[in-house]
């Protein structure tokens, strides 16, 4: 066993002597330890049930033969982190995430790892801690949030807290009603109701084969999740006994799986920055066309907040992660996955239990998956855009751009009232390594909606968007500002068109204005010149690379 090499031997005397420090005994010494690597935090709404899980995992683990050890992984909220200096941190925590998580287990020798986790860049940084370490990993994601409550009506966190905000500044509804909605709207326990990146990423995650079935839609709550967990502390014991690797798992084969279920629930567009990261860990190359190509063989068969009404609950009800894979069967690979079992029979086995939840590909919401990406003089690496969430109407887009070098200004303009139909906001100079961090931009984009302009004014970033994030909002564009991307030289009052159908993103200038402006271009400075981030914005790659650090 890995942990050998800090137990045995006359050499490792002292190692012992700390060991038994801890209150093991010497029969300990002879069984697999386990790290158990939990992201447990008292502020993380999707977090603060997990030391009822860490419980039900350590009596999996110690009932299946193996020594649990408890080590915390760090982990931020994005919701909270929302719209001010705590957005800058929330990518670049995933690469602390995934460090940690690898100099917690290789400087304690752990024979396996079982990754208790939930929120937005917790789940992907265990994944890619996961697939640089190859010793035996398993996922445990702590559940869903259930839905809120106001009288007979179901809340959800974005639709009713950001987009309520703007509602709330039209008059639409009142102090009293948003006060209640405040306190309804996220009731307990879990990640966020919707197809969020927090959920997504769980799906994604049981669609590589690194989860036990069913774990992705498992409500925080139900006890069905405490059994996931103790299972999953069973499992990891097997594993690490077996010589199952996640390399063994995550093949390139499992992450066009994990896309493909991803297409056809209409997840986050962050998962194409998460699933990128976690292949390059895996020593897997996935080109950003390789998502598009997916989304184009895959149907959008649910339509889950933010795209539609129904929410997680709704998804697990129907027959989670299972039965989506039973409903592609014709278009995912047979692989082995973690459980033991390989997709096709984990297909098989579900049942698909409401058809008005996952719908057949005849009956389809969209003929194809939930991501798109474009590319034009605007992006010509790459742009992404959550084309599931976008109206027919706004399919195809031509407005005078509107520009803005931070989210703050954007923010300012459109509760100020002073953005017009018909005009493409440009937000730029917050991607990877110039935001630094590369921000969500769910505050604008759910104001937009709040307020009604939808239908008629779509906004475009280098920055990132929010898994909550609907209408015509397209991120990831790269190269970004601060790296001399197009995106730096567009000026108020030029025609930006967007076209989603045929993959566009273009700006109407002449290629020798392009260069014109880019002789007289000069980047803003740095926002931010000290501590982690100014570190990251120098080693960081850009978006269509997964912004992973060099």
């Known amino acids: 066993m890995r942990s050998d090499r800090i137990k045995k031997g006359i050499e490792r005397m002292p190692h012992r002597a700390l060991l038994y420090a801890t209150g093991i005994g010497k029969k300990e010494l002879d069984k697999p330890f386990i790290l158990v690597a939990t992201s447990f935090s008292d502020i993380i709404p999707g977090h603060i049930g997990m030391r009822d899980l860490e419980r039900f995992i350590e009596r999996g683990v110690c009932s299946a033969g193996g020594v649990p050890f408890f080590s915390g992984i760090p982990g931020i909220c994005d919701g909270i982190a ?14 602390i995430i995934a460090d940690a998580l690898e100099s917690v287990a290789q400087a304690h020798a752990f024979d396996g790892i079982v990754c208790l986790t939930n929120c937005d860049k917790i789940t992907p940084g265990m994944l890619m801690a996961a697939a640089r370490l190859n010793i035996p990993a398993i996922i445990v994601t702590a559940g869903p949030m259930l839905s809120g409550r106001l009288g007979a009506r179901r809340l959800a966190f974005v639709h009713d807290t950001f987009e309520a905000l703007a509602r709330a500044k039209k008059g639409e509804i009142s102090q009293k009603e948003l006060n209640c909605l405040e306190e309804a709207a996220c009731p307990g326990a879990g990640s966020c109701q919707g197809l969020y990146t927090a959920n997504t990423m769980a799906c994604v995650s049981e669609a590589l084969g690194m989860t036990l079935a069913g774990c992705a839609t498992a409500l925080a709550v ?6 996931i967990a103790e299972d999953s ?19 390139r084969q499992a992450f066009e799986n994990a896309i493909m279920v991803d297409m056809a629930l209409g997840g986050s567009t962050n998962t194409v920055l998460h699933i990128k990261a976690v292949a390059h860990e895996a020593g897997i190359d996935l080109p950003l066309e390789l998502f598009d190509e997916l989304s184009k063989k895959v149907p959008h068969i649910t339509c889950i907040e933010p795209a539609g009404e129904h929410m997680m609950e709704d998804l697990e009800y129907a027959g989670g992660i299972p039965a989506v894979l ?7 690979y047979n692989i082995d996955t973690l459980s033991g079992k390989t997709t096709y029979e984990i297909a098989d086995e579900a049942e698909i239990v409401d058809e008005l939840v996952i719908r057949t590909e005849k009956n389809a919401y969209h003929k194809e998956g939930g991501i798109a990406v474009l590319f034009g003089n605007l992006a010509p690496d790459g742009a992404v855009v959550k084309q599931s969430a976008v109206s027919d109407k706004m399919m195809k887009f031509s407005g005078r751009a509107h520009t803005y070098n931070c989210e703050e200004e954007a923010m300012r303009d459109i509760l ?4 017009n139909k018909g005009e493409v906001l440009v937000i730029r100079y917050e991607g990877p390594k110039g935001g630094p961090g590369m921000r969500e931009m769910l505050a604008p984009t759910s ?10 004014v779509a906004l475009i970033t280098d920055g990132r968007f929010s898994g909550g994030t609907k209408g015509p909002c397209i991120g990831h564009v790269s190269p970004e500002a601060a790296s ?12 930006i068109e967007i076209d989603i159908p045929r993959r566009k993103l273009e700006i109407k ?5 392009i260069e014109k402006r880019f002789k007289e271009w000069k980047p803003i400075p740095l926002k931010i010149n000290t501590g982690y981030l100014a570190r990251y914005s120098k080693l960081v790659s850009s978006a269509d690379k997964g912004a992973i650090l060099a």
């Open 82 to 95: 929302m719209g001010h200096l705590g957005m800058h941190y929330s990518l670049p925590s995933r690469e």
């Open 222 to 227: 139900l006890a069905k999740k405490r059994r």
């Open 233 to 251: 502390g069973e499992k990891i014991v097997e594993l690490v006994k077996k010589n199952i690797l996640p390399r063994d798992i995550m093949t």
């Open 326 to 332: 039973k409903r592609l069967k014709d278009k995912i």
């Open 416 to 419: 100020g009232g002073k953005i």
């Open 447 to 456: 104001a937009i909606v709040g307020l009604g302009l939808s239908e008629d």
């Open 484 to 495: 001399g991307g197009p995106i730096a030289i567009v000026e108020d009052g030029d025609i």
């Open 509 to 513: 200038l002449s290629k020798p204005e």
